[in-house]
């Protein structure tokens, strides 16, 4: 084989790969993009479009099913206490696991390979089957219907993502920079603090919007053990089983939105993670 026709096949091989990696990235966006964007589309469409043959693809800014929700009973209340629940899980999921996750990357101790382990088994419990155990509990507690309640119970969710994520963020972190800073004067807590913390922030960050979604995500828990305190899912989830199409994808459109606007609003963070974000 010639150096040429060695050059050649380098060269196919090479656009080859660019084309599997556009046309991957061009399918992931559309995977992710036009689901929303119909969603989109039949929201801020009229009931008659809706229910149409063919569906259209550009929406006509009819904004009667949003309206329908901005003036129905209950529905700001449910969204705000999905607000309060979604920021107490992460709140408490970071406050609970990042320390978790930063004696796991430092130090020894028997059995840390079980207890790692374990951890991630604790989401093999399907909801459903603690959903009696919990509700008896929360109601001699008086924890039952209540946004704290809830908030509690999707932190149990998020901690085991939580802590494995700020495992393997502490883990790429050389414990060589906390020793220097101990060396210079620091303690413990300060090295954590100065040296640490800035550095895997971001990473801190992605973690507790993971937290975020899965508490604005759950529905089940928060249909059990809420009456009156709903949350937004828990909310549409009563009100749309029967309700016309084109008002569940309003409720679907609702549901969204807000987790969207928190996403964007701190990718910056999430996309450091990765290291990629533009500084």
């Known amino acids: 084989m010639t150096d040429a026709t060695v050059m050649d096949v380098s060269t196919d091989t090479r656009k080859s790969g660019r084309f599997l990696y556009v046309a991957s990235v061009v399918f992931l966006c559309a995977w992710v993009i036009v689901p929303i964007y119909f969603l989109l589309v039949n929201t801020l469409s009229s009931p008659e479009t809706v229910n149409s043959f063919p569906k259209s693809f550009v929406p006509e800014f009819d904004f009667g099913s949003l309206a329908f929700f901005a003036g129905f009973a209950g529905m700001l209340t449910a969204l705000k206490n999905s607000i309060i629940v979604a920021l107490m899980t992460m709140i408490m999921s970071i406050i609970i696991g990042a320390p978790a996750g930063y004696a796991l990357s430092r130090f020894d101790f028997p059995g840390k390979g079980l ?5 991630l088994l604790t989401r093999a419990f399907p909801l459903p089957l603690l959903a009696l155990p919990l509700a008896v509990m929360f109601i001699q507690t008086g924890l039952d219907d209540t946004t704290f309640g809830l908030a509690l119970v999707h932190t149990t969710l998020a901690i085991p993502f939580a802590v494995l994520i700020t495992f393997s963020l502490f ?25 640490v913390l800035p550095l895997i922030l971001p990473g801190i960050t992605a973690s507790a919007i993971f937290a975020f979604v899965i508490s604005w995500n759950e529905v089940f828990a928060a249909a059990v053990l809420t009456i009156e305190n709903r949350t937004l899912t828990a909310f549409l989830l009563q009100n749309l089983d029967t309700s016309p199409l ?18 964007f609003a701190v990718r910056k963070y999430l996309f450091a993670m990765w290291g990629i974000a533009n500084r």
């Open 115 to 119: 207890f790692r382990l374990l951890i």
């Open 171 to 195: 883990s790429g972190i050389p414990i060589e920079l906390e020793e220097a800073a101990w060396t210079l004067g620091c303690t413990r807590l300060t090295a954590f603090t100065k040296v």
């Open 246 to 263: 084109h008002l569940k994808f309003a409720g679907g459109f609702i549901l969204v939105v807000p987790a969207l606007i928190f996403i």
